[in-house]
């Protein structure tokens, strides 16, 4: 979080009907908001409004928006801010430029603004993970590999379908603490049109078979990973 004690939220888009409803909505969700129109003033603005998360459009006039993450993450300031992608572009090259050059979600902006939202509350409300940019996650026990959607429990290599990696990928992330199956959907993707909260939960108890109940477990507070060797240590890589 930033010096003020509400969220800031930094907006980039060169198109002003999307610049003025999302600003409406998010002002209305009780953050601080600060919307530019121009890629080129990005820098300048991100480093005097010192924003806690930058929601960015990817198709913009030089820079675009994989021009612009990139020259935010050499910047010392901003190496661990928020920056979800909010983006038309559905293709999945798109989407892994996004991660490589350390963009945290990507959001399509056929799934609406209320996703966007939801998302932006888990981590500025909720004090909950999304980096989606990890390549490698490794937290106790359990080793997370994004290219192969592969869990290694102990040397053993678990193959998981995509749900099921991201579901398990995110309460790693964020370790010792219980979302419930509706948060899940909502922070991780939202007003899903392909999912509901019982497959979520459907995947979830999958998980739960394959990995073991000793690392997620179910209880009436919600879904949570807690890593079998709490002296283990905890890491991530980008690469």
């Keep these: 979080m930033g010096k003020s004690d509400v969220p800031k939220v930094l907006l980039v888009d060169d198109d002003h009907d999307i610049l003025d409803l999302l600003q409406y909505n998010l002002e209305k969700e009780g953050y601080q908001v600060k919307a530019v129109d121009e890629s080129k003033k990005v820098?300048?603005?991100?480093?005097s409004f010192h924003p806690d998360l930058i929601v960015m459009d990817l198709m913009m006039p030089h820079p675009n928006g994989i021009e612009l993450c990139r020259e935010?993450?050499?910047?010392?300031?901003?190496?661990?801010?928020?920056?979800?992608?909010?983006?038309?572009?559905?293709?999945?090259?798109y989407r892994q430029a996004a991660y490589e050059t350390g963009a945290d979600d990507y959001i399509e902006k056929?799934?609406?603004?209320?996703?966007?939202t939801?998302?932006?509350?888990?981590?500025?409300?909720?004090?909950?993970?999304?980096?989606?940019?990890?390549?490698?996650?490794?937290?106790g026990d359990i080793q997370l590999r994004t290219r192969t959607l592969?869990?290694?429990?102990?040397?053993?290599?678990?193959?998981?379908?995509?749900?099921?990696?991201?579901?398990?990928?995110?309460?790693?992330?964020?370790?010792?603490?219980?979302?419930?199956?509706k948060q899940l959907l909502n922070y991780m993707w939202g007003s899903s049109v392909y999912l509901t909260e019982s497959s979520v939960e459907n995947y979830l108890y999958s998980v739960q078979q394959k990995i073991g109940m000793?690392?997620?477990?179910?209880?009436?507070?919600?879904?949570?990973?807690?890593?079998?060797?709490?002296?283990?240590n905890t890491s991530a890589s980008t690469s």
Excluded: C
């Design 150 to 181: 592969s869990a290694i429990v102990n040397g053993n290599a678990i193959a998981l379908n995509k749900p099921e990696f991201e579901l398990l990928f995110f309460l790693v992330q964020n370790e010792g603490k219980p979302v419930s199956g």
């Design 214 to 232: 000793r690392l997620i477990s179910q209880s009436t507070k919600g879904w949570r990973y807690s890593s079998a060797s709490s002296s283990s």
């Design 110 to 116: 056929i799934m609406g603004i209320r996703s966007l």
């Design 43 to 47: 820098l300048k603005t991100a480093q």
């Design 118 to 139: 939801h998302k932006i509350t888990a981590v500025l409300k909720k004090d909950l993970v999304i980096r989606k940019r990890l390549s490698d996650l490794i937290q």
């Design 72 to 93: 935010l993450r050499r910047m010392k300031e901003f190496e661990d801010t928020y920056i979800f992608f909010l983006t038309a572009k559905s293709d999945n090259y």
